[in-house]
Structure formats: structure tokens, C-alpha cells
């Protein structure tokens, strides 16, 4: 169910700012791949244009291609609605649905779709997703309590069994560690790691100890200048990234001289 | 733990991205043919412009809502409904609204003329012109009574509640006192003045100045509640800065926060002031009506422009309500003019944020 | 802060007497509870014909500026009915009688022909529409730009946070309304339909003069005899001038007051609790 992503010569625009420009790559399938890249570069708008959230800013657009194991994503007759389904995201801050209890907020997303659910069938979308999102032994005592009630950590964890409930094919994650503290950072991390085996996972982070511990390739992204638009500089496997970048910006700024 | 999680079923990976899509445009196309659907009623049945819109209205809900349904999913069609619905809302509910404001534009400045503003509606002759300047007058007087009246006794209950009274019974108590004020209805403050006036005064006392403690009172709650949000707003470091310079308590709040929030506090008279120049009720009971222009506030009969419009109206002649439009059109300017005031001076008095 | 104490003691003090006015003094019915009931009756059928009509209105209208319109309608309308909300009750009193009332009529007709089955239309019409249907559409639009500016308020308040979880989940523009905006904003909505209704519930000149009362109760809601509301009868009456009927109108204001008063605070009770659900 997992699937690879191919990026071609995509520019993404706010109104007529042009934010990312000329990006091509490929993400392979059951794994993990990190953006890295100082602020305001790009990465998150990137990660973003890739199930299609980026359009919900008003003026935002983007040219180019993305395609998800062949089937392009911003053609005319694709439903964004069904790309968001197939393509999960968890975002920086966590964010639960603050009415809902732990329960109905992991079963929020199939819920949409299939308004009558039998009871048993509930119960055991909840306990695979929690289970998935290493969750279910810290809250299964208490599913019908406020999502809101949970530390962050367990929140974000939380979201991350949202978006699996609906058993999406790709999962996009951006800075989702951001917010926490370094605990429930390396709880997130070690289940990004199992997840790896039936998603593919895309995941933004400021963090490049975290990149070179979670990911499998990396793209860095940098602005081409002050006031230019951000483009991708390097993507490459993750271990030769950090060893010995093929750019010499890239090294630069992996070894801390600058962002 | 990963071996916990079964694998999902292989169904789910064959959701297709694409379905059935309506055609670009679809909106305009079922919105033609609803109208020209509905445009046979007219022709067979003679019936009117509006019935319709009306049908053809329904036709294009209900038309988009099952095509949607058949060729796109249900979802989909649940969500083209709910867009149509809500826009159809938006229209009629703009319909009598703009009538509104059209008719009180278009009817009331052929009243308006020289004279209009500057005379009284006292005839001394038959032939002289009548016009508002009594309850112009009026007006200005009441209202500027009723903002000197509560513009002080608000602001230093909010400062109170803000800055001394933090969560005591005493600021809950008045908190909650200004809750319900805030939904008083104008002329219950009407009676109330009416009915203060008359014990102290005796029998058939009516001035303006009645009228006046009648608004204040739906005055105070607005101005308690503007001021309260604006002194909260006032960062706590800016206080204990204050505080750090050794300045005490009440050089703190006239130095540092009363003039810090001075432009929202400002803003929210003005609307307040807005909100009570347009109150009727309560001043046809205590202020009383007259033609004559009364600049004493504490002696005789005062109209407002609001009153005049309802005496107009009452009086039920074309003539009459020719002046009562140009008179709600004076007033809509009014109110619009310390609207726009209160905007400006916001925007001015602004904290300067950034650069 | 002693002035609200003031006004419920000041009317008790002049309202109480009209409890017990002699019989001349109440129209025809026998005591106070007969004179204020229709009234009452009136008030609250003509408040409730508005908040029936404005309230799926206003959500609708809050709801295109907050998250469908495009930015350039979304502004400017916004301000005009912010603008609409500050327009004096008067002027729509003047616009219902003298534009809308005659608009209504051949409406009522229609209503009558068609539906006359139903007791609200059982006619016969009123000539010149000055029914109690056309004082609760007044009172709508009257109320229409204050709901729709606090619901507004609250639409545009959710978090970016949550619509995009909703979003992100796959759900269309109406889904994440429902699961996003809604929870968030319920308790503004509710008191914004209150505050409307306590709006509603107190205006006296538009009623006063769309309408012509003098009925007792009916449901019938296009024919001449309506019930009138409070605070129209007080408008229309005080001239009278005794000190008899000015008691009995004072006591009818007591009764407003503390309708209006239950209607507030039943709306703070419910933004308390579900704000203090929220806070969990």
C-alpha cells in the first residue's frame, strides 16, 4: 500500500511569490526521507504541496508535477478531498479535535466516509491505530476522556493514530517534534522508525541530529539568495548526506557554519 | 511493538484518486437550466418575478445536489448543497438589507434642502419651511449628557474591575451585573427613568435630562465591557516595569495603562455612542415631543431625531413621511460618521507593532 | 453599580401597584394576568418568527464571509453589516411600514390560497400587512446583522490549527466545518441567537409601528387582530397619562425585564458550561 512520490520541475507559488522553485526528486516507498533546510526555505511549503494542503491558503498554486505511483496529483479531475485522504499528515503543533474524546478523535477521519460504523469494527480501528501509535497502553483506561487531556507528546502521538486510522499510503510530518519535549521526542522518533515498515513517511525537521537518526534519504532545501526563491540543493541517501555531501553548502550548513 | 500492527487491508491501497467529476462549470449550467425550467411557471401560469427566482432557486439546489450525487460521490454532493445553501442565505438575507439602505438613501435626500437643517418644525406662519434643527438639538444635548453621565462611572468600574478588584466577589458580582444590563431592553431603561423621575419630581416630569440617565444606563454596560477588554489587553510587563521605577499604584494606571489603551477606550465610546443616539423608546417616554428648539436639558420637552421619526410617522400623511426619511437618512449619516470615527481614531491610538 | 438594583427597585416600587389597578384599568380583562398575558403571548410569537428566520440566515451569511467568500466580498461586507448592525431600529420601523409591510401582501395571499389549511394562514389577509408575520420578519433583519457579526467573529476565531487537521483527514469544505469550526464555535453561536433574542424579544419601535395590535392570542399570523408585543403597547399606550394605566404599563415592563433577564442569563449559563467543557 505504501507508494513511491515523484516530483517534477515543481515551482510553488504564494499569489504571484514564487516560494520554491524547480524542485525534482523522488521518494521512495517504505521510507523515510527528511527536508532539512534553514527557516523560510521552503521545506514545509514543499511538504505541504504534496497532498495538496498547500491550495488551502487562499492565492496559493503551484506549476509542475507530483506523482503518486504514476497518477499525477494536480490533475484536473483529481478530488483533493481523496488525495488528503491517501496522503496523512501531522503537523507541528498537535492538534486534536479540542470537543472530542480520545476515542472519536482517532475514528474522526473514517468517520467522514463511512457514517455508519458497527461498534466492533470501531473498537478495533481505535486499538490498531493507538497500538500503531505506540498510545493504546498509555490511554486505553480512558478513550472516552478529551483528547485535549493528553501531555503533547501523547497528543502528537494521538494525531499520528488519526492520520493512520485511515490507513493512508504516504504520511507527511512536519517538525512534529517541535513542540515536545526531548522524551516524548525520542518516543515519536522510535515509532516513525516502525512506521517505516507500511508507509512512506516524509518528515521536516529543524533538527539535523534527528534527520540523520530517523531518515533514510534527506533532501537539503536553501534559499538561493536573500529574497530568491528556495530550491532543493542536495537529495541524497541520509548517511552519505551527513559524511560527505556532494555540495558544498550543504555541508556547510550541516556542520554548522551557518542556519 | 510493530508486530502489533496487522496489515491493512489491501482494498484500501485501490482507492482510486479521480471519480466522477462534474464538468467545469456545472454551476452555471444547472443555473441555466433551472431558470429556464422555472421560467415556464411565469409563462403557463402567470405568476410573478419573484415566485420566479424562488423555484428556480430550489430547481438549482436540488438539480446540483442529485447530479452531484449520481456522478460524483456522496460526500461531494452533501458539500456542493451545503455551498449552495449557504450562499442562497447570503442573498435573500442581502436582499432586504440593501433595500434598506437604498430606500432610506434614495427617499431621503430629496428632503433634505436648506431649510431642512435649519429650521425647527415650529411654525411662527403658515408658509414658513419646517425642518429638524429641534430635534438635531435634541439629540446633541441628550446625547452629549448621557456620555458625560456614563463615560466616568464605566470607566472607572472597568478600571476597578481590572485593576483592583482581580477575581473578588465584589468585581464577579459586578461582572455578572453588567452581563445582564448589557441586555436591558431600552425602553424597561426607559421606564426606569420614568419611573425614578416621577418619585422625585412628582407626577408628569419629562426633560431631557430623563432621557439622558435613560441612555446612560444602556450606555454604561457597552462602555464597562469596551474599556475592560482594552485595560486587559495592557501587557502585565508593562505594569511591573512601572512598578520596578518605584511609581505607585494609581500614577501607574494614569501614566502607564490608562494611556496605553486611550485609543481602544476611545473607540469603544464612540460605538457606544453610536449604538444610543439611535434609541427611541425610552425617550418618548421620559423627553417627551415638541416642535420648539429646548437647549435646557433640566426644563421642558426635548426631541431627539429618532422620536421625531416615529412622531412623523404617526402623524401618517405623505408630507410627513417625506420628512421622517430625510430624518432617518440624517441619522444613518450620524451613525455611520461616529463609526467611521471610531475606526480612524483605532487605527491612530493602534499599539505600534514592529518596525 | 447600584443602578441595576435601582431599576428592578424602582419598577417594583411603581410596577407592583399595577398588579392590582381596578378592572377599568386592564381593557377588559378581568385582572393584570389577563391584560399581560396576550402581550406577553405577542412578544415572544413575534421574536420567535425571527429567530426561526434569522438565525439559519445569519449562520449562512457568517459562514460565506468567514470561510467561502473570497477576500474582496468577504471585507466590504463584513463592514456594511457591521454597518447595519448600528442602524437605529427606528429607520427599520419607517422602512417596514412604509416598503416592506405593502410588499408582504400579495405574499399573504398566496400564503392564504394555498396554505390557508394551516391556522397560520387562515386570513382573512390584512389589506395593508401589517400583520404580526411581517413584525417578526422585521425584527429578523433587524436582529440578522448583530448575529451574524458575533457568529462571524467566532467562524473566522477557529484555529488554522484545527480546519487543517479536518483537512488534512480528507474532508471537504462542509466536513470540516462540522468537525472543526462547529465544536469550536458553538458557544459564541449560542449566545449571539441569544443576544439576538433578548434584541428581539425588547425592540419597541419597530414593532410599534409595523404593527397593528389589539388581538388577543392567535396563531393566525396574516390577519388583522395580532397580539402585540410589550414593549410596542407600552410605546403606543403611556400618553394615556393616568397614573392607573402608567402603573399597569410598568408592571408589563417588570415582566419583560425579567423575561429578557432569563433569556441572558439562560445564555451565559450555557457559554459558562461549555466554555469550562472546552478548558478540560
Given at each position: 500500500?505504501?507508494?513511491?512520490?515523484?516530483?517534477?520541475?515543481?515551482?510553488?507559488?504564494?499569489?504571484?511569490?514564487?516560494?520554491?522553485?524547480?524542485?525534482?526528486?523522488?521518494?521512495?516507498?517504505?521510507?523515510?526521507?527528511?527536508?532539512?533546510?534553514?527557516?523560510?526555505?521552503?521545506?514545509?511549503?514543499?511538504?505541504?504541496?504534496?497532498?495538496?494542503?498547500?491550495?488551502?491558503?487562499?492565492?496559493?498554486?503551484?506549476?509542475?508535477?507530483?506523482?503518486?505511483?504514476?497518477?499525477?496529483?494536480?490533475?484536473?479531475?483529481?478530488?483533493?478531498?481523496?488525495?488528503?485522504?491517501?496522503?496523512?499528515?501531522?503537523?507541528?503543533?498537535?492538534?486534536?479535535?479540542?470537543?472530542?474524546?480520545?476515542?472519536?478523535?482517532?475514528?474522526?477521519?473514517?468517520?467522514?466516509?463511512?457514517?455508519?460504523?458497527?461498534?466492533?469494527?470501531?473498537?478495533?480501528?481505535?486499538?490498531?491505530?493507538?497500538?500503531?501509535?505506540?498510545?493504546?497502553?498509555?490511554?486505553?483506561?480512558?478513550?472516552?476522556?478529551?483528547?485535549?487531556?493528553?501531555?503533547?507528546?501523547?497528543?502528537?502521538?494521538?494525531?499520528?493514530?488519526?492520520?493512520?486510522?485511515?490507513?493512508?499510503?504516504?504520511?507527511?510530518?512536519?517538525?512534529?517534534?517541535?513542540?515536545?519535549?526531548?522524551?516524548?521526542?525520542?518516543?515519536?522518533?522510535?515509532?516513525?522508525?516502525?512506521?517505516?515498515?507500511?508507509?512512506?513517511?516524509?518528515?521536516?525537521?529543524?533538527?539535523?541530529?534527528?534527520?540523520?537518526?530517523?531518515?533514510?534519504?534527506?533532501?537539503?532545501?536553501?534559499?538561493?539568495?536573500?529574497?530568491?526563491?528556495?530550491?532543493?540543493?542536495?537529495?541524497?541517501?541520509?548517511?552519505?548526506?551527513?559524511?560527505?555531501?556532494?555540495?558544498?553548502?550543504?555541508?556547510?550548513?550541516?556542520?554548522?557554519?551557518?542556519? | 511493538?510493530?508486530?502489533?500492527?496487522?496489515?491493512?487491508?489491501?482494498?484500501?491501497?485501490?482507492?482510486?484518486?479521480?471519480?466522477?467529476?462534474?464538468?467545469?462549470?456545472?454551476?452555471?449550467?444547472?443555473?441555466?437550466?433551472?431558470?429556464?425550467?422555472?421560467?415556464?411557471?411565469?409563462?403557463?401560469?402567470?405568476?410573478?418575478?419573484?415566485?420566479?427566482?424562488?423555484?428556480?432557486?430550489?430547481?438549482?439546489?436540488?438539480?446540483?445536489?442529485?447530479?452531484?450525487?449520481?456522478?460524483?460521490?456522496?460526500?461531494?454532493?452533501?458539500?456542493?448543497?451545503?455551498?449552495?445553501?449557504?450562499?442562497?442565505?447570503?442573498?435573500?438575507?442581502?436582499?432586504?438589507?440593501?433595500?434598506?439602505?437604498?430606500?432610506v438613501v434614495s427617499k431621503g435626500v430629496p428632503a433634505i434642502n436648506s431649510t431642512f437643517l435649519s429650521y425647527s418644525a415650529f411654525r411662527t406662519s403658515l408658509d414658513q419651511p419646517i425642518g429638524i434643527y429641534h430635534a438635531i438639538v435634541g439629540t446633541l444635548v441628550i446625547?452629549?449628557?448621557?456620555?458625560?453621565?456614563?463615560?466616568?462611572?464605566?470607566?472607572?468600574?472597568?478600571?476597578?474591575?481590572?485593576?483592583?478588584?482581580?477575581?473578588?466577589?465584589?468585581?464577579?458580582?459586578?461582572?455578572?451585573?453588567?452581563?445582564?444590563?448589557?441586555?436591558?431592553?431600552?425602553?424597561?431603561?426607559?421606564?426606569?427613568?420614568?419611573?425614578?423621575?416621577?418619585?422625585?419630581?412628582?407626577?408628569?416630569?419629562?426633560?431631557g435630562?430623563?432621557?439622558?440617565?435613560?441612555?446612560?444606563?444602556?450606555?454604561?454596560?457597552?462602555?464597562?465591557?469596551?474599556?475592560?477588554?482594552?485595560?486587559?489587553?495592557?501587557?502585565?510587563?508593562?505594569?511591573?516595569?512601572?512598578?520596578?521605577?518605584?511609581?505607585?499604584?494609581?500614577?501607574?494606571?494614569?501614566?502607564?495603562?490608562?494611556?496605553?489603551?486611550?485609543?481602544?477606550?476611545?473607540?469603544?465610546?464612540?460605538?457606544?455612542?453610536?449604538?444610543?443616539i439611535g434609541?427611541t423608546?425610552?425617550l418618548l417616554?421620559?423627553a417627551g415631543l415638541t416642535t420648539r428648539t429646548n437647549v435646557n436639558?433640566?426644563?421642558g420637552f426635548m426631541t431627539t431625531l429618532p422620536v421625531f421619526i416615529y412622531s412623523q410617522f404617526q402623524k401618517g400623511t405623505a408630507a410627513d413621511f417625506e420628512l421622517a426619511w430625510g430624518t432617518a437618512l440624517v441619522l444613518v449619516i450620524i451613525?455611520?460618521?461616529?463609526?467611521?470615527?471610531?475606526?480612524?481614531?483605532?487605527?491612530?491610538?493602534?499599539?505600534?507593532?514592529?518596525? | 453599580?447600584?443602578?441595576?438594583?435601582?431599576?428592578?427597585?424602582?419598577?417594583?416600587?411603581?410596577?407592583?401597584?399595577?398588579?392590582?389597578?381596578?378592572?377599568?384599568?386592564?381593557?377588559?380583562?378581568?385582572?393584570?394576568?389577563?391584560?399581560?398575558?396576550?402581550?406577553?403571548?405577542?412578544?415572544?410569537?413575534?421574536?420567535?418568527?425571527?429567530?426561526?428566520?434569522?438565525?439559519?440566515?445569519?449562520?449562512?451569511?457568517?459562514?460565506?464571509?468567514?470561510?467561502?467568500?473570497?477576500?474582496?466580498?468577504?471585507?466590504?461586507?463584513?463592514?456594511?453589516?457591521?454597518?447595519?448592525?448600528?442602524?437605529p431600529?427606528v429607520v427599520?420601523g419607517l422602512?417596514?411600514i412604509n416598503?416592506?409591510?405593502?410588499?408582504?401582501?400579495?405574499?399573504?395571499?398566496?400564503?392564504?390560497?394555498?396554505?390557508?389549511?394551516?391556522?397560520?394562514?387562515?386570513?382573512?389577509?390584512?389589506?395593508?400587512?401589517?400583520?404580526?408575520?411581517?413584525?417578526?420578519?422585521?425584527?429578523?433583519?433587524?436582529?440578522?446583522?448583530?448575529?451574524?457579526?458575533?457568529?462571524?467573529?467566532?467562524?473566522?476565531?477557529?484555529?488554522?490549527?484545527?480546519?487543517?487537521?479536518?483537512?488534512?483527514?480528507?474532508?471537504?469544505?462542509?466536513?470540516?466545518?462540522?468537525?472543526?469550526?462547529?465544536?469550536?464555535?458553538?458557544?459564541?453561536?449560542?449566545?449571539?441567537?441569544?443576544?439576538?433574542?433578548?434584541?428581539?424579544?425588547?425592540?419597541?419601535?419597530?414593532?410599534?409601528m409595523?404593527?397593528?395590535?389589539?388581538?388577543?392570542?392567535?396563531?393566525?399570523?396574516?390577519?388583522?387582530?395580532?397580539?402585540?408585543?410589550?414593549?410596542?403597547?407600552?410605546?403606543?399606550?403611556?400618553?394615556?397619562?393616568?397614573?392607573?394605566?402608567?402603573?399597569?404599563?410598568?408592571?408589563?415592563?417588570?415582566?419583560?425585564?425579567?423575561?429578557?433577564?432569563?433569556?441572558?442569563?439562560?445564555?451565559?449559563?450555557?457559554?459558562?458550561?461549555?466554555?469550562?467543557?472546552?478548558?478540560?
Amino acid at each position: 500500500m505504501a507508494k513511491s512520490i515523484t516530483v517534477d520541475d515543481l515551482d510553488i507559488y504564494y499569489g504571484d511569490f514564487l516560494a520554491v522553485q524547480g524542485v525534482n526528486m523522488t521518494i521512495k516507498a517504505r521510507s523515510v526521507t527528511a527536508f532539512i533546510g534553514p527557516s523560510g526555505c521552503g521545506k514545509s511549503t514543499m511538504l505541504r504541496s504534496l497532498n495538496r494542503m498547500h491550495e488551502v491558503i487562499p492565492g496559493a498554486r503551484v506549476e509542475g508535477k507530483v506523482m503518486v505511483d504514476g497518477q499525477s496529483l494536480y490533475d484536473n479531475a483529481v478530488d483533493p478531498v481523496a488525495v488528503r485522504r491517501q496522503i496523512g499528515m501531522v503537523f507541528q503543533r498537535p492538534n486534536p479535535f479540542p470537543t472530542m474524546s480520545i476515542y472519536e478523535n482517532v475514528l474522526a477521519g473514517n468517520r467522514l466516509n463511512a457514517k455508519k460504523m458497527k461498534k466492533a469494527e470501531a473498537d478495533e480501528i481505535v486499538e490498531r491505530s493507538l497500538k500503531g501509535a505506540n498510545l493504546w497502553n498509555e490511554v486505553k483506561d480512558r478513550l472516552g476522556k478529551p483528547g485535549m487531556g493528553l501531555s503533547g507528546g501523547q497528543q502528537q502521538r494521538l494525531c499520528i493514530a488519526r492520520a493512520i486510522a485511515v490507513e493512508p499510503q504516504v504520511l507527511l510530518m512536519d517538525e512534529p517534534c517541535s513542540a515536545l519535549d526531548p522524551i516524548s521526542t525520542s518516543a515519536i522518533e522510535d515509532l516513525i522508525h516502525e512506521l517505516k515498515s507500511d508507509y512512506t513517511i516524509v518528515i521536516v525537521t529543524h533538527n539535523m541530529q534527528q534527520a540523520a537518526r530517523v531518515s533514510d534519504e534527506t533532501g537539503f532545501f536553501n534559499l538561493k539568495a536573500a529574497g530568491q526563491p528556495g530550491q532543493l540543493v542536495e537529495f541524497n541517501n541520509t548517511q552519505k548526506m551527513f559524511a560527505n555531501p556532494d555540495n558544498e553548502s550543504t555541508e556547510a550548513y550541516i556542520s554548522g557554519r551557518f542556519g | 511493538m510493530s508486530t502489533t500492527l496487522k496489515p491493512a487491508p489491501v482494498s484500501v491501497a485501490s482507492i482510486p484518486l479521480t471519480h466522477g467529476h462534474l464538468p467545469r462549470g456545472a454551476e452555471i449550467l444547472v443555473g441555466v437550466v433551472a431558470a429556464a425550467a422555472a421560467g415556464l411557471f411565469p409563462l403557463l401560469l402567470g405568476w410573478g418575478l419573484v415566485a420566479w427566482v424562488i423555484v428556480s432557486v430550489i430547481l438549482f439546489i436540488v438539480g446540483l445536489t442529485v447530479w452531484s450525487a449520481i456522478v460524483e460521490t456522496r460526500r461531494s454532493a452533501t458539500d456542493r448543497m451545503v455551498t449552495a445553501l449557504v450562499w442562497t442565505a447570503f442573498g435573500i438575507a442581502l436582499v432586504p438589507l440593501v433595500s434598506l439602505l437604498w430606500t432610506v438613501v434614495s427617499k431621503g435626500v430629496p428632503a433634505i434642502n436648506s431649510t431642512f437643517l435649519s429650521y425647527s418644525a415650529f411654525r411662527t406662519s403658515l408658509d414658513q419651511p419646517i425642518g429638524i434643527y429641534h430635534a438635531i438639538v435634541g439629540t446633541l444635548v441628550i446625547t452629549l449628557c448621557a456620555v458625560v453621565i456614563s463615560v466616568p462611572i464605566g470607566i472607572f468600574a472597568a478600571i476597578y474591575l481590572v485593576e483592583y478588584g482581580k477575581g473578588n466577589r465584589l468585581a464577579r458580582g459586578i461582572t455578572f451585573l453588567v452581563d445582564v444590563m448589557t441586555g436591558i431592553p431600552s425602553i424597561v431603561a426607559g421606564l426606569f427613568a420614568f419611573s425614578m423621575f416621577t418619585a422625585f419630581f412628582g407626577a408628569g416630569y419629562r426633560a431631557g435630562i430623563g432621557g439622558a440617565v435613560a441612555l446612560s444606563l444602556l450606555m454604561i454596560p457597552i462602555v464597562v465591557r469596551s474599556t475592560e477588554e482594552m485595560l486587559r489587553l495592557v501587557p502585565d510587563d508593562l505594569r511591573e516595569a512601572a512598578y520596578a521605577l518605584g511609581t505607585p499604584k494609581w500614577r501607574t494606571i494614569t501614566k502607564v495603562v490608562l494611556r496605553t489603551s486611550l485609543g481602544g477606550i476611545i473607540t469603544g465610546v464612540t460605538l457606544a455612542t453610536a449604538r444610543i443616539i439611535g434609541e427611541t423608546a425610552p425617550l418618548l417616554l421620559i423627553a417627551g415631543l415638541t416642535t420648539r428648539t429646548n437647549v435646557n436639558p433640566f426644563e421642558g420637552f426635548m426631541t431627539t431625531l429618532p422620536v421625531f421619526i416615529y412622531s412623523q410617522f404617526q402623524k401618517g400623511t405623505a408630507a410627513d413621511f417625506e420628512l421622517a426619511w430625510g430624518t432617518a437618512l440624517v441619522l444613518v449619516i450620524i451613525v455611520l460618521l461616529l463609526n467611521i470615527v471610531a475606526r480612524v481614531i483605532g487605527k491612530i491610538f493602534a499599539p505600534k507593532t514592529g518596525r | 453599580m447600584a443602578t441595576l438594583a435601582g431599576v428592578f427597585i424602582f419598577l417594583t416600587i411603581e410596577g407592583v401597584p399595577g398588579f392590582f389597578q381596578e378592572e377599568q384599568f386592564y381593557k377588559g380583562a378581568g385582572n393584570f394576568w389577563g391584560y399581560v398575558d396576550h402581550l406577553l403571548f405577542g412578544t415572544v410569537l413575534a421574536a420567535t418568527i425571527a429567530l426561526i428566520v434569522a438565525v439559519p440566515l445569519a449562520f449562512g451569511i457568517a459562514l460565506v464571509v468567514s470561510h467561502y467568500a473570497p477576500k474582496w466580498i468577504a471585507g466590504p461586507v463584513a463592514y456594511v453589516i457591521d454597518l447595519l448592525a448600528a442602524v437605529p431600529s427606528v429607520v427599520f420601523g419607517l422602512w417596514g411600514i412604509n416598503l416592506f409591510a405593502p410588499k408582504m401582501v400579495p405574499i399573504y395571499d398566496w400564503l392564504n390560497a394555498h396554505l390557508g389549511w394551516l391556522p397560520f394562514f387562515e386570513g382573512p389577509v390584512n389589506p395593508v400587512g401589517t400583520t404580526i408575520l411581517t413584525a417578526g420578519l422585521v425584527l429578523a433583519i433587524m436582529i440578522l446583522p448583530i448575529i451574524t457579526a458575533i457568529s462571524r467573529e467566532v467562524f473566522t476565531q477557529t484555529p488554522v490549527l484545527h480546519e487543517e487537521a479536518a483537512l488534512a483527514l480528507g474532508a471537504t469544505r462542509w466536513e470540516m466545518i462540522r468537525l472543526a469550526v462547529f465544536p469550536y464555535a458553538k458557544s459564541g453561536m449560542v449566545s449571539a441567537v441569544m443576544l439576538g433574542l433578548g434584541r428581539a424579544l425588547g425592540e419597541t419601535m419597530a414593532v410599534a409601528m409595523v404593527l397593528s395590535g389589539g388581538g388577543g392570542i392567535s396563531f393566525n399570523l396574516i390577519a388583522s387582530s395580532n397580539p402585540t408585543s410589550i414593549a410596542a403597547n407600552i410605546a403606543s399606550q403611556y400618553k394615556e397619562n393616568t397614573p392607573g394605566t402608567l402603573h399597569v404599563l410598568i408592571a408589563t415592563g417588570l415582566v419583560l425585564f425579567l423575561v429578557t433577564f432569563l433569556v441572558n442569563f439562560a445564555a451565559r449559563w450555557i457559554v459558562a458550561g461549555n466554555d469550562r467543557k472546552m478548558a478540560r
